[in-house]
């Protein structure tokens, strides 16, 4: 059954969906927030909120709001909003969900290779945030990686471990039978 998947090419589909779902998970969402979070953009960005994005003809718009308004119009209440804690997990769950919103990942065909793009009214925005869904996910998979490598490295060596203990315990019943027989 397993030849007939590798030969059908089932076995690298669905690797590639395992790792686009893996990408698009809200722990790795949360890595991106952080990461966000700690750098030295977190107050300009849409996705936090910190920056607005104004688009062509702003600027009459709010002088016919002003004169339709009768001068109660208050263009404070539009202020980007302005973070300075620390990152909490709070602040990931709260903003993870806007970046797996804007985050598409899918398999260019017959290929092993993903093509990540995330949607921001900014086009450097959006470039960053891309790149760090890529390295972040990098990272993860490295992490990973490693992780499974101790788990190994560690049941082989407790294997060892006992098969000594049994290869000990086996030689000296060699050596009592020697020393009874001879």
């Known amino acids: 059954a397993n030849m007939i998947m590798d030969i059908s090419g089932r076995a690298k589909i669905d690797k590639m969906t395992n790792e686009i779902q893996i990408i698009k998970s809200r722990v790795l969402a949360k890595r991106i927030v952080k990461r966000l979070w700690e750098s030295n953009r977190r107050n300009n960005l849409h996705l936090f909120g910190t920056r607005i994005h104004y688009p062509k003809g702003q600027s009459v718009r709010q002088l016919v709001k002003e004169f339709f308004s009768l001068g109660l119009y208050d263009e404070n209440s539009f202020k980007p909003k302005e973070y300075n804690e620390p990152y909490s997990e709070n602040i990931g769950e709260k903003f993870s969900g806007k970046v797996l919103s804007g985050l598409k990942v899918n398999n260019i065909k017959n290929t092993n290779i993903l093509k ?6 900014n086009a450097d925005e959006a470039r960053r945030i891309a790149n760090l869904v890529a390295n972040t996910y990098i990272d993860f998979d490295r992490e990973r990686s490693r ?23 086996i030689e000296k019943e060699i050596r009592e039978f020697k020393l009874n027989n001879n």
């Open 147 to 169: 992780e499974n490598a101790r788990r190994s490295v560690a049941f082989l060596d407790s294997l060892v471990y006992s098969k000594r203990e049994e290869i000990e315990i």
């Open 116 to 121: 990540i793009t995330f949607s921001s009214p």
